[in-house]
């Protein structure tokens, strides 16, 4: 399987024939009823673990391989072409799936605590698939006070298992996200500097390796509010050796607009954290119907300096 981002000019045929896969099995893997219409950015599920790729001008071995994250000796078995090796403009090669050397995917489950005796047989049947452990949630409330849970067992066998327990913050209140629980906080400095002191103080005290802020149904408004406190938030949570990221609404374009999606700034929060959570949940999920995509992404960019304090091992290669 092959994740491929459409770009300008692609149509399903184009990228099958990149692919070396027939049009209309891209068409039935992705659900997809219309196929002449792609959106630039969409990502599509191409199912082919070897592709046939006709080379371009500029191509070598090694550039190929690179683009495709395998490796010259992988194409040459596939390939046997004699020394020296050369490309011809047009001609079409097999290319194996992406090696080991693609990289690896980090992984993210939620977890709403409720006591010992529910909780550490969940974590433990997890135990080898996650790097992290989002325990859901620590309440923010208006004065920058959490409201406590009950998260050390979860959190004592997160760490049995060389899982990152990922403390959550969220402005949930009364049975939804509050905005003006949010507002409060990101139109207050000083509300900042004690919601990151009490945040400080339960995740050194109980254990937490990353904090996850989980702000929704933000006023759109106040995105610029939100990007710089969480600016500010990064640069503390750093300072303690701690990660940060974000939970985002998913998009296919950048919102501006509206409740869930409005105050939520992809470019800005790829630059500011660590790394985000994408919920695509809310696009399908389990009481939902159908839907190819009903996972949780989860994408990171470590930073150098925290990582000889950073966990999680558990990681899968691609």
Known sequence: MDIYVVKPGDSLWSIGQQYG????????????????????????????????????????????????GTTVEAILTMNPLPAPYVLTIGQVLLVPAATKQFGVV???????????????????????????????????????????????????????????????????????????????????????DKLFTNVLDIAQDKGYRAVNVDFERIYPQQRQLYNAFLTRMTKVMHDHGLLISTALAPKSFDIKTGAWHGAHDYAAHGRIVDFVIIMTYEWGWSGGPHCIISILISYQEQKARLAPSFPGQNKREL
Do not use: C
């Open 21 to 68: 896969v027939n049009p209309e099995e891209i068409a039935t893997v992705n659900k997809w009823k219309t196929p002449d219409r792609l959106i630039v950015g969409q990502a599509l599920v191409i199912p082919t673990a070897v592709r046939r790729y006709v080379v371009k001008p500029g191509d070598s071995l090694y550039t190929i391989a690179r683009r495709f």
């Open 106 to 192: 980090e992984t993210n489950g939620y977890l709403e605590p409720h006591g010992a005796d529910r909780d550490v047989p969940i974590v433990r049947s997890v135990g080898p698939d996650l790097t992290y452990l989002s325990v859901f949630s620590y309440h923010v409330q208006p004065n920058a006070s959490l409201v406590p849970i009950n998260d050390e067992p979860a959190i004592k066998e997160a760490n049995a298992n060389q899982i990152a327990p990922m403390m959550v913050i969220t402005n949930f209140e009364g049975g939804n996200f509050n905005p003006d629980t949010a507002s409060a906080i990101l139109t207050s400095k000083e509300l900042q």
